[in-house]
């Protein structure tokens, strides 16, 4: 039982030949002394802010310049709550912000569709992993997608590689194409000369992926930009098999690039996002304008869950390509496989181009992806996929837990059968996402479904 406090006394009368029912006790307090004025801690304190969003992103300039990778991915965006000292960003969910006058806002936020200080955080941290001036944090990969081609017009045309994500393919073909009149076309960019036949007086964009999304094909993306500069042309990179630490694509000469945040940066297959980063102030006003109008910016929620996604990236995706190389030399032996896709092989079509656009020479040329050919039909690489027990049947990438699936049924179901064949989609392969398990346990789980077989 607690003591009472040094204030409080309490004083009782002797009297032992009183029973205790007719026991009477007294208790005195003393009054605590007040001081005749109270010493208040109040204190004032300054904190730099902006009317535009954009110039937020400078703050973190010195981060870009001094700081690897896993440093500016820990503090990009984000070192410590001015006001209370909080190590991680406030989750800020107002919809809408306190103007001090009609037309005069507190800061340079009004409306969450247009802007929010977490979403902000998030995308500051994304510019500083992918060494860019400015990024945006948007809903999903595809409102990236749409954001980037909303830069296009009427008269322009759009080059993009032959194997693109199937997302990608199915907005082209159903939406955009058809609603926009903006014409289009893909053409296999690992051929430099076809890719220049096919760039035209009025290609105002080319889209590119290195590696593609299925099938791993790997361009050079400087060859490219340089073209793209002597045209005129925006460049878009769709980074998302890489990750920002394993290819930097605006060094490569890039103007904009693209990631699911829902992959690697995200990472743990509990978020959908989308990012756009690039260099360009004129391209910042233009987005920012279209990405509010649409409607597409980020939640706070998911914007916060991303942040810690980013934390974590460089670690995770290395542990993923060091599986994944491992994986890839096993299933190279295996006499149940056709063919292995990794860009960190030599046995890879274009291992040399994908050592040219690795950001740092002690990467592989790969990442976590990888792809195979079952020796065998459809039914066969379905009897395979269904009798893994470890390894998920899933769609999606760049989680920690390892991922496979079928792109002929599955991410690239709505891709022409013509265009699958083409580019080699056939219905016995199959994309891998490695994860971060103990390479011995995928590997295992890899074995006894071929035995299925």
Known sequence: MAKTKASTKATTKDNSSVSSASFKSKTIVKKPKVSSKEKSTEFTREVKMFRNQKEYF?????????????TRAIYGGFRSDPLHGGVTPAIDLSSTYAQTAPGQLSSCMDYSRCGNPTVLALQRNLACMEGSNYAFALNCGLSAVT???????KDDHLLTVDDVYGGTQRYLRKVFGPQT???????????????KKNFKKNTAMVWVESPTNPTLKCLDIKRIAEYCKQKGALLVVDNTFMSPLLQSPLKLGADLVIHSLTKYIGGHSDLLGGGIMFNDA????????????????????????????????KLRVLKSCENALEVAKWLEKHPK???????????????????????????SGGSGMLGFYIKGDLKKTNKFLSSLKLITLAESLGGVESLIESPALMTHGSVPVEVRKQVGI???????????????DIIADLKQALTKI
């Open 282 to 313: 004129e391209l910042y006003d233009k987005l920012h304008f279209n990405i509010k109008s649409i409607g597409t910016m980020m939640a706070p929620f998911d914007a916060w869950v991303a942040f810690r996604g980013c934390k974590t990236v």
């Open 147 to 153: 954001a980037c081609l909303s830069l296009l017009k």
């Open 58 to 70: 400078a703050l973190d300039d010195d981060l870009k310049k001094n700081c690897g990778f896993a």
């Open 181 to 195: 009149g903006i014409d289009w076309n893909m053409t296999d960019m690992t051929d430099f000369e076809n890719f």
């Open 337 to 363: 496989i056709e063919k292995v896709l990794y860009p960190g092989l030599p046995s890879h079509p274009h291992y040399k181009i994908a050592l040219k656009n690795r950001a740092d020479p002690k990467f």
């Open 426 to 440: 056939d219905d016995n392969y199959c994309r891998f996402s490695t994860g971060i398990e103990e390479a011995e």
